[in-house]
C-alpha cells in the first residue's frame, strides 16, 4: 500500500471520525435543550401551582368566614336560591358551598350598608324620629341585599359575553376535528386545550362537558347541561347541531362550519352595533364637559372686554 493511499485511508477515518463527533455533539445539544425547556416548563407550571396555592390561601379565610355567616344567616327564600344558583352555575362558582358564600356576602353588604346609612344620615335623621331611623334602615338592607345579586349578574353577563365572542373560534377548531376523524369528546377535549390560554371561560365549559361526555352515556343530557349553564343563544344551536347529527346519523362538519360562519356574522353586527351607539353615547359627556369648556375659551375673552367696557364707563 503506498503512502498516498494509507493518507487518504487515514483521512477518510478522521472525517468519519469528525461528523460521528458533530453528530454527537448536535444530539447531545438537542437533549440539553429539552431538557432545559421541560425543566422550565415544570418549574413554571409549579410556581402557577404555588401561586394559586398561596391565592386559595389567602382567599380560604374570608371565605370561610361568609361561608359561616351565610351557613347562619340565610337571606335568600327558596325561589331565590335557585334562581341564585343558576346565576352562579352561569359566572363559573359550580362549588356546592357557593350558595352560602352569596348569602354572607349579601348578610356582610346588609349590615355594611345600614351602618354607612346610620353614620352618614345620623345629622338628618336625629330630628326625625324614630320613623325616619326605621325607614332609613329598611331601604338600606334592602340596597344592601341588592348589590350582591348585581354584582353577580354582572358577572354573569361578562362571562356570557366571553364565551360568546370565542364561539366562533372554537366551532373553526371543532370543523377541523371532526374533519381529522375525532369523536365529540375527544374534538371537545382537544378543543379545550387549545382554547384555554384564548378564551378560559369557554375552555373550562368544555373541557366540563368532555369529561362528563367520558363518564356518563346519556349524551343528551350532558349536552343541554353545556348549554343551560352557559345560556347563550349560539351554545343552544350547537347543543342541538350536535343532538341531531347523532340521531339522524348526518355529517356534523358543514352545519358546524354554517354555524361559525354564522356566529362570526352575528359578532361582527354586535360590534357595529355597539359602534353605532357611541355618537348617541357620547352626547351627553359632550354637552356636559367639552362643550362648556369650547364656550369658555370661545366667548371668554369677549366676555371679559365687555365687563371692562362698562366698568370704565
Not at 415544570?42 to 386559595?56: F, K, P, S, V, Y
Request: hydrophobic share 50%; glycine share 6%.
Amino acid at each position: 500500500m503506498t503512502d498516498t493511499a494509507i493518507w487518504l485511508n487515514a483521512s477518510l477515518i478522521l472525517l468519519i471520525l469528525m461528523g460521528a463527533g458533530i453528530y454527537l455533539y448536535g444530539r447531545s445539544n438537542q437533549r440539553q435543550r429539552l431538557r432545559e425547556r421541560a425543566v422550565a416548563e415544570i418549574e413554571r407550571r409549579g410556581a402557577a401551582l404555588d401561586q394559586r396555592r398561596g391565592l386559595a390561601q389567602v382567599r380560604s379565610g374570608s371565605v370561610g368566614f361568609l361561608l359561616h355567616l351565610g351557613t347562619m344567616l340565610p337571606m335568600l327564600s327558596a325561589t331565590q336560591r335557585a334562581e341564585s344558583s343558576t346565576k352562579l352555575m352561569a359566572a363559573g362558582y359550580r362549588s356546592s358551598q357557593a350558595m352560602f358564600v352569596l348569602m354572607g356576602t349579601i348578610v356582610l353588604s346588609v349590615l355594611g350598608t345600614m351602618a354607612l346609612t346610620a353614620w352618614l344620615a345620623e345629622p338628618w335623621l336625629a330630628e326625625r324620629g324614630a320613623a325616619a331611623w326605621l325607614a332609613a334602615l329598611l331601604v338600606a338592607a334592602y340596597l344592601g341585599s341588592l348589590l350582591p345579586r348585581l354584582v353577580l349578574d354582572r358577572l354573569v353577563s361578562r362571562r356570557q359575553e366571553a364565551i360568546r365572542l370565542a364561539l366562533p373560534d372554537a366551532l373553526d377548531l371543532m370543523v377541523i376535528c371532526t374533519n381529522a376523524g375525532l369523536a365529540l369528546n375527544a374534538a371537545l377535549d382537544r378543543v379545550a386545550d387549545e382554547m384555554t390560554e384564548v378564551s378560559p371561560e369557554l375552555a373550562d365549559e368544555l373541557k366540563l362537558t368532555a369529561t362528563e361526555l367520558k363518564l356518563s352515556s346519556d349524551v343528551e343530557r350532558v349536552l343541554n347541561g353545556l348549554a343551560n349553564r352557559t345560556n347563550i343563544e349560539g351554545m343552544r344551536t350547537l347543543v342541538s347541531t350536535f343532538l341531531q347529527a347523532r340521531q339522524y346519523g348526518t355529517a356534523i362538519t358543514q352545519a358546524l362550519r354554517i354555524l361559525a360562519r354564522s356566529e362570526r356574522t352575528a359578532r361582527m353586527m354586535r360590534l357595529e352595533e355597539k359602534a353605532a351607539k357611541l355618537s348617541v353615547k357620547m352626547s351627553v359627556p359632550m354637552m356636559l364637559f367639552i362643550l362648556p369648556t369650547v364656550i369658555i375659551v370661545g366667548a371668554g375673552p369677549a366676555i371679559l372686554n365687555l365687563m371692562k367696557f362698562f366698568a370704565s364707563q
